[in-house]
């Protein structure tokens, strides 16, 4: 079983910045593939970012140039670096882990979620 913690979301303006942390628990978090979803108001859940056990990444194209996914395994954390954030970037941003590893985009692929961290971006 792994629990997911998410940290490090707020309110900032257009164009600032924000840096999201998941905390993972468990030893085998070395293993998982880990994403980035996000889901705003009215719409379905979708990929923002993953990054593999080997460190392959993949992003939305919304996430392209803007946002850096990364992973520390000593601290059983994964990152994402978001900068020069829109309006249309407010969502409730979740934290996801796929034992099976890999670069699936879809929700089903991902075994384990957290609580979710509340970003909105001002205009």
């Known amino acids: 079983q792994v629990q997911l913690v998410e940290s490090g979301g707020g309110l900032v303006q257009a164009g600032g910045s924000l840096r999201l942390s998941c905390a993972a628990s468990?030893?085998?978090?070395?293993?998982?593939?880990m994403a980035w979803f996000r889901q705003a108001p009215g719409k379905q859940r979708e990929l923002v970012a993953i990054i593999t056990s080997g460190r392959s990444t993949n992003y939305a194209d919304s996430a392209k140039g803007r946002f850096t996914i990364s992973r520390d395994n000593a601290k059983n954390t994964v990152y994402l670096q978001m900068n020069s954030l829109k309006p249309e970037d407010t969502a409730v941003y979740y934290c996801?882990?796929?034992?099976?590893?890999?670069?699936?985009?879809?929700?089903?692929?991902?075994?384990?979620w957290g609580q979710g961290t509340q970003v909105t971006v001002s205009s």
């Open positions: 468990g030893r085998t978090f070395s293993r998982y593939a």
């Open positions: 996801a882990a796929n034992p099976l590893n890999g670069l699936a985009a879809t929700t089903e692929a991902y075994a384990y």
